[in-house]
């Protein structure tokens, strides 16, 4: 399995040797965990502005007083 090794300054270990700590988690698997985590928010992120991006022009439709004023009339650019 791969491995990484990671430097710290002394402040910043301490920081993760607390946060894991309370976390009840050794730093290997807080650290593990935290790269883990980071990995599945970003996905969730993509998979939520995906479905907000299908769904935007059905919302600004039923609900034009909340399409921002920036945004309104976005198809008539003035020339």
């Known amino acids: 399995m791969p491995s990484l090794n990671v430097s710290f300054t ?3 270990m ?3 040797r ?3 700590a309370a976390e009840g988690k050794s730093l290997k698997q807080y650290l593990h965990d935290l790269g883990v985590r980071e990995m599945q928010r970003k996905r969730f992120v ?3 502005t995906s479905w ?3 769904l935007r022009a059905e919302f600004d439709d039923a609900f034009p007083d909340e399409v921002p ?3 309104r009339d976005r ?3 003035a020339a």
């Open 52 to 54: 907000a991006d299908k």
């Open 18 to 20: 607390a946060a894991a």
């Open 10 to 12: 002394d402040e910043e």
């Open 75 to 77: 198809g008539a650019t």
């Open 14 to 16: 301490e920081g993760v």
């Open 69 to 71: 004023p920036s945004q």
């Open 46 to 48: 993509a998979g939520a």
